[in-house]
């Protein structure tokens, strides 16, 4: 891909909601404001999601092995953040957020 169909492509996903994982394994669910040069990304009504702590987790896996479960489910904790920026260096993933009814049929 050149710059100019990579230019075309980025600002095709505008306004666009994005799953952004960070290296600290944080996700960020927001609609893609702008970039910059250096990888930068501005998400606006932006949620973040974080996984339960190792602590919790041992937590709840020690009370599964005691009821003799085997697995056990938990929830990531979400929290509002509206408009930020996400650092170019942090950024592991990035997805288009789609569902279904915006899916072209093949």
């Not at 041992?58 to 697995?71: L, N, P």
Request: contains cysteine.
């Amino acid at each position: 891909m050149d710059k100019e169909e990579a230019r075309e492509y980025l600002a095709s996903l505008l306004n666009h909601n994005l799953r952004v994982l960070a290296t600290d394994g944080r996700l960020f669910v927001g609609s893609l404001k702008c970039t910059d040069p250096d990888q930068n990304i501005v998400l606006a009504h932006t949620y973040e999601y974080r996984q339960p702590s190792a602590e919790r987790q041992a937590e709840e896996a020690e009370k599964a092995d005691k009821a003799s479960r085997g697995t056990f489910t938990l929830d990531m904790t979400s929290r509002y953040l509206g408009l930020v920026v996400i650092p170019g260096q942090h950024i592991v993933k990035m997805e288009v957020e789609k569902f279904a009814s915006q899916m072209k049929a093949h």
